[in-house]
């Protein structure tokens, strides 16, 4: 069960600290990430789309439509280990 789906374990996408970050297109994507990893893929798809919709930056688009792919398709964004 998603953490959201359970009043006592809110996702990382719905406290005070995600409404802060509104227009702040990489804390945005942080959340989503974040979001994705606790297994709330539908916040996480919200959250990633709002974050492009913010971006001008046409490379950075493409980086962020990568990881709404992802979450699209219920899977984390996870960087590799160097």
């Known amino acids: ?7 006592a374990s809110p996702s990382p996408g719905d406290n005070a600290s995600s409404r802060s970050a509104e227009g702040v297109p990489t804390i945005i ?18 959250r990633q789309g709002q974050a492009i919709e913010l971006l001008t930056d046409a490379k950075k688009k493409e980086d962020y439509a ?3 792919k992802l979450y699209r398709e219920r899977k984390p964004y996870r960087e590799a280990s160097p």
């Not at 069960?1 to 009043?7: A, L, Q």
């Not at 994507?29 to 919200?46: I, K, N, V, W, Y």
């Open 1 to 7: 069960m998603p953490p959201s789906s359970n009043p």
């Open 29 to 46: 994507d942080t959340l989503a990430a974040a979001c994705a990893e606790a297994g709330d893929f539908d916040q996480a798809m919200r």
């Open 66 to 68: 990568t990881r709404l």
